[in-house]
């Protein structure tokens, strides 16, 4: 069941890191700002993938992920914004 997991885990992040590089491409932006949010959500998914994997559940690993995540938040004002104009 472990395997089967880590099967799907691995086809859905190399999907998305696939996805967000080609998004990145289309949309022309550069920088490595504008791709730390993404590179923080990464890292909590991988994170708690091999503490599950490897039975390292606890509260160290829930301390690096609620760091990952107010970092995330943190760096979310380096993305870029699709015009200034917001709707009501």
Do not use: W
């Not at 949010?37 to 829930?62: D, E, K, P, R, V």
């Not at 609620?66 to 870029?80: M, S, T, V």
């Amino acid at each position: 069941m472990d395997i089967l997991l880590l099967v799907i885990f691995l086809c859905t992040m190399l999907l998305s890191i696939f996805m967000l590089m080609k998004k990145r491409k289309k949309e022309n932006i550069t920088g490595i700002k504008t791709l730390l949010t993404s590179l923080c959500f990464y890292g909590i998914a991988t994170l708690n993938m091999a503490a599950y994997l490897f039975n390292f559940l606890g509260l160290l690993t829930f301390l690096v992920t609620i760091i990952l995540l107010f970092l995330a938040a943190y760096f979310k004002r380096y993305l870029p914004r699709k015009g200034d104009q917001y709707e009501v």
